[in-house]
Each structure stands twice: as structure tokens, then as C-alpha cells.
């Protein structure tokens, strides 16, 4: 069965400080892997996705990169703003036949001024 | 173009009672899934209808049924409604391009008193 854990749970950064959340799950046998950012009470905004064979994707300042041999995923947040303060959750969809995805429980991050 | 809706945005009910959430997807999606979001946790997966079809269920109990209609619109119902049902529910649509990246609406805040 597919665990997804996600550390550190939560994370208080001063602005300008690069970030890296942290993303690993139990059976690497994924197709995808996708980061959201969610604000409180809201939905899930979609950030990156990465194929299973891919290794990264770039979007502005943040970098999702996939090791799936070691089942684990990073993404990084260059330059914080107080306006990245979300949670960031990883979500895993384990196969082409199924649009389940398996989520960790988030990076609950706040950047401060 | 519009992302996905979802109505309403806020629910209060009554333990025992039963409820009908809605959800309409991104023109051009013909998959929906459902998800419930319990505070603290990251969504958990309900169901997923593609082309008004159910293709998966996760681990609810049959108080939670679903349907999705020719427009691919869906439905989420819930019978006999629990405390522990109040949550934060999510639908999802999914493009049908090779990335089969998934795109949430707001959610529906239901309450269960």
C-alpha cells in the first residue's frame, strides 16, 4: 500500500530564504507525482507535475525534482515571499488506469517579513 | 477559460440527514474526481467518473455515492450523514493531454451538527 509522507510538517522562514520541502513515498512504482499549494480553507492549486520519467520541472522560482528509485521527491522554493505561506502538499497517482491520487498530509510554511 | 466550480461553497447539516454536492469540471475534461479533506490531513480519494462512468472508488462506506451526467458534471451524495462526514470536499478534473494533470475547485465546507 502506498504511504506519502511529507517533512518537515511545518516550517517559519524569514523572507529571502531558500526552501527545500520534502516529499517520500513507499512504493516507486508511480506515474506521476504533482506539488499543490493550498491556503487555508481554500482548494488545491496545482504547482508542478512531474512524470515518472522525468528527473525535474522549473516554474518560475520553484523546482520539483523526482528520484523515484529512492522514492523521493523535493521541491524548492527560491527567494521566499510572505505570499509562498501555504501548505504545500505531494501527491502521488500510482497508474495510467487511475486518476487517484495519494496524498501526503503537507508543509504547513510561513515566510515572515 | 473557467476552472472548476463547485456548489455550494458552505453547508451546515443536521447528523442523519442528507446532502448533494456539485461540481462541474474544465471544459474539455471528461474525468472527475471526488475527494474528502479532513482538517490537518490531505485529501483523501472518493471516487473518479470518466465519461459518466465510475473507474474508481477509495474506502467509503455506501452512504457516499456519486454520479457524473452527459455535460460531465458531477454529483457527490452523501446519506445519513455522520460527524465525523464534516469536512472540506474537492473535486478534481483531469485534461486529457499527455501531462494528465489534475486541476481542483474550491471545495464545498460541510459542517455536520
Known amino acids: 500500500k502506498q504511504e506519502v509522507t511529507q517533512i518537515p510538517a511545518a516550517l517559519s522562514v524569514p523572507e529571502g530564504e531558500n526552501l527545500v520541502l520534502n516529499c517520500s513515498f513507499t512504493?516507486?512504482?508511480?506515474?506521476?507525482l504533482q506539488w499543490f499549494r493550498q491556503d487555508p480553507g481554500k482548494g488545491l492549486t496545482s504547482l508542478l507535475l512531474i512524470q515518472s520519467s522525468q528527473r525535474e520541472q522549473t516554474s518560475g522560482r520553484l523546482n520539483a525534482s523526482l528520484d523515484k528509485s529512492s522514492g523521493r521527491s523535493t521541491l524548492y522554493i527560491a527567494a521566499s515571499q510572505p505570499g509562498d505561506s501555504a501548505t504545500y502538499l505531494c501527491?502521488?497517482?500510482?497508474?495510467?488506469?487511475?486518476?487517484?491520487?495519494?496524498f501526503g498530509t503537507g508543509t504547513r510554511l510561513q515566510v515572515f517579513p | 477559460d473557467a476552472g472548476v466550480t463547485q456548489s455550494p461553497t458552505h453547508l451546515i447539516k443536521t447528523r442523519g440527514q442528507h446532502v448533494t454536492l456539485r461540481c462541474s469540471p474544465i471544459?474539455?475534461?471528461?474525468?472527475v474526481s471526488w475527494y474528502q479533506q479532513v482538517l490537518g490531513q490531505g485529501p483523501q480519494f472518493i471516487f473518479q467518473?470518466?465519461?459518466?462512468?465510475?473507474?474508481g472508488r477509495g474506502n467509503f462506506p455506501d452512504r457516499f455515492s456519486a454520479r457524473q451526467f452527459p455535460n460531465y458534471s458531477s454529483e457527490l451524495n452523501v446519506n445519513a450523514l455522520l460527524l465525523g462526514d464534516s469536512a472540506l470536499y474537492l473535486c478534481?478534473?483531469?485534461?486529457?493531454?499527455?501531462?494528465?494533470?489534475?486541476?481542483f475547485g474550491p471545495g464545498t465546507r460541510l459542517t455536520v451538527t
Open positions: 471544459s474539455g475534461h471528461k474525468s
Open positions: 467518473y470518466y465519461e459518466k462512468e465510475e473507474r
Open positions: 512504493d516507486s512504482a508511480i506515474y506521476n
Open positions: 478534481a478534473s483531469r485534461s486529457t493531454g499527455d501531462s494528465y494533470e489534475q486541476y
Open positions: 501527491a502521488v497517482r500510482q497508474s495510467y488506469n487511475t486518476d487517484k491520487l495519494i
